[in-house]
């Protein structure tokens, strides 16, 4: 008996009750770990229909699970929780733990009290402002602020440096009081690190008023060098608001959720917001989970949140996890207070939401190469084609005509999913003369496959897949083609909606494979059916302009290629040539040619004329 089917039989005897299961391997390693509202529901599920290419390669490496049983749901999430963090198994979405978030510290009881950054609060009695989203911008708005306040920011300690030195470049800079000085009195620095305070706790209204008071005073009092200093800090206070350098997503009243996932990587963007103000941005990049989208915004709400520590009142999300009453109370119950998450449908709310979207998706797109792109979008194919392996070379094929005249193909080569251009080949249809899409593409894939059972070194490599400009019918037809050849190879059409965009593959039989919903594999599918189309439209435009040419000139006794560019050249167009007298032919071509010339376009003047139109020669990427 196979495994799945062992672990399919030891599921459906799990209870109907909530609980924890982790997924092991054939080593006992655990490699994925969930919840479930009901554990013979939930586990079963893997053990039988059709699923993702990455759920599929997780259940392929599962060789037992095991399972705990919990008194609830709630009771399950946090065990789910704690079991991921313990474990980090290789499955589950796993947020960067690299990746800290800084607080400020200061010490108040100290005489001189010190601003630092650090990763976490300890219960040390200091107090701890935070977390901001990235170390560098904390660093950034921890110096602005101590300069803003003339606070000092150089290595000495005081007291006890105090007198010991000469005040520093600082000091002549302006952007310290010179507390190293014994006249400086240390109330001065108790009041700079009361203002920095308040300003980290968002009370920048507070500080503002009372720099004005001072500088007020301080100008009556004819003290005009601090009033000038009062009046540098109240503007590089209120930069700063402006810039909200100062401001942390931890006093954030409301966050928007973004989420978007990748073929290859995922990203989950949180915005912060006071009263509709944007005040920080913050994303997780991680590689695309097995979990739908209300699953892992389940497990990255939890996971984020968690390690960051704070939670504002409001989350609003892009999707509705089915466990969100769990989550609040998760959420309500580490935070102290009510926190509720939100799905705005419309309104202001929904358009953040949706800026929130865009950020996850730009960021995805700027931390995914082109080659993992291609690379997943190739495995899409081929688990939804049922191809053997990722098609390495794709070959499309189109037909273009203009009612029954050049009829033409196009044969367009993918290789790794970028155009093989050297191995491009257009064909000139040779077995019709009326229209006839299907018959004409059924030619073309013949000649195909009889160059390669020849030997031609142009099409000495036969591709994954097939894929051809139409539907079902167009498919069958180049099928039966290779049929008729003895060669087997995988044939869809490729069939547009009412916007003439590619919404599906379609075999031979007409069963669709959909692909809008894969934007990467949509994109991929459509720029080769316009390549395609594009290559056989070129191609076709280049035969009716040469037969244009060649009903005029081509048909002429003793006209010729040098012969027929002389003359375009000398009198610029047909039109030219035609109005032109026998003397002025006779001065670019032969006495005899030019009589030619002349006597085709004026039969009653002498010879007749015939207009056909000269077979074209299949050279130079023409088979």
């Known amino acids: 008996m196979r495994v799945t089917d062992v672990l399919r039989e030891k599921s459906l005897g799990l209870p109907t009750l909530p609980g924890v299961y982790i997924m092991l391997d054939g080593g006992g390693g655990v490699i994925y770990v969930g919840k479930a509202k009901i554990l013979k529901n939930r586990v ?53 733990d690299d990746k ?24 040390d009695g200091a107090r701890y402002f935070g977390p901001f989203g990235y170390r560098h911008r904390t660093f950034e708005a921890l110096s602005a602020m101590q300069k803003a306040l003339l606070l000092p920011t150089c290595s000495r300690k005081f007291p006890r440096d105090v007198g010991r030195e000469r ?65 540098d800090s109240l503007r590089a206070i209120q930069q700063l608001e402006s810039k909200q350098l100062v401001v942390s997503g931890a006093r954030a009243d409301s966050d928007c959720v973004g989420y978007h996932a990748g073929p290859v990587k995922s990203c989950l963007a949180v915005l912060h917001y006071i009263g509709g103000t944007l005040l920080d941005r913050d994303v997780e990049l991680f590689d695309t989970p097995i979990e739908p989208p209300d699953e892992a915004i389940s497990g990255l709400l939890r996971q984020y949140y968690t390690k960051r520590g704070v939670i504002p009142p409001d989350v609003y999300l892009p999707v509705w996890p089915q466990d969100a009453e769990l989550i609040e109370q998760l959420f309500t119950e580490s935070s102290g207070r009510r926190v509720r998450l939100r799905r705005p449908r419309r309104g202001e709310k929904r358009r953040l939401v949706e800026t929130a979207n865009v950020n996850a998706r730009e960021e995805v797109l700027r931390a995914t190469t082109h080659e993992e792109r291609t690379l997943k979008t190739l495995e899409w194919l081929q688990k939804s084609l049922g191809l053997a392996s990722p098609p390495e070379r794709i070959e499309a094929f189109d037909i273009s005509n203009t009612g029954s005249s050049d009829i033409v193909a196009s044969m367009t080569v993918f290789r790794r999913g970028k155009p093989l251009k050297r191995d491009y080949k257009r064909f000139k249809i040779k077995t019709l003369d009326t229209q006839d899409d299907y018959h004409s593409m059924e030619e073309v894939v013949s000649r195909r496959a009889e160059r390669f059972k020849a030997g031609d070194a142009g099409f000495s490599e036969l591709p ?152 074209a020669d299949e050279s130079g990427g023409i088979a």
Do not use: W
């Open 167 to 231: 005040p520093c470049l600082n000091h002549h800079m302006g952007v310290c009081r010179a507390y190293c000085l014994p006249e400086t009195p240390r109330a001065l620095h108790a009041e700079a690190v009361e203002s920095a305070i308040a300003l980290l706790d968002g009370k920048t209204a507070g500080v503002k008023a009372r720099l004005e008071a001072d500088m007020s005073k301080a100008a009556a009092d004819l003290r005009f060098e601090l009033a000038a200093e009062l009046r």
């Open 464 to 615: 994954g897949v097939m894929l051809i400009d139409g539907g079902a019918s167009h498919a069958r037809a180049a099928r039966g083609a290779l049929e008729s050849a003895g060669i087997a190879l995988p044939v869809f059409g490729m069939v547009k909606d009412d916007r003439h965009r590619t919404r599906a593959l379609v075999t031979p039989e007409g069963g669709e494979i959909g692909i809008s919903s894969d934007p990467a594999v949509f994109a991929f599918i459509g720029s080769i059916q316009e390549e395609t189309h594009r290559f056989a439209i070129d191609y076709h435009r280049k035969l009716r302009s040469k037969g244009v040419t060649r009903s005029a000139l081509d048909a002429i006794p003793g006209v010729g290629d040098v012969r027929r560019k002389a003359l375009l050249r000398a009198f610029g167009s047909i039109k030219a040539i035609r109005s032109a007298p026998l003397d002025a032919l006779r001065g670019v071509v032969p006495i005899n040619v030019a009589e030619s010339v002349y006597g085709y376009f004026h039969p009653g003047e002498g010879e007749d004329g015939d207009g056909g139109v000269a077979a």
């Open 100 to 123: 800290g978030y800084p607080f400020i510290r200061v010490d108040t009881r100290d005489e001189y009290p010190t601003f630092s950054v650090t990763s976490k609060p300890a219960r």
């Open 44 to 96: 079963s599920s893997y053990f039988h229909g059709a699923h993702d290419a990455k759920t599929s390669a997780m259940v392929s490496k599962i060789a037992d699970f095991d399972v705990i049983i919990a008194d609830s749901e709630f009771e399950a999430l946090v065990l789910e929780n704690s079991l991921i963090k313990h474990h980090s198994p290789k499955y589950n979405i796993l947020l960067r």
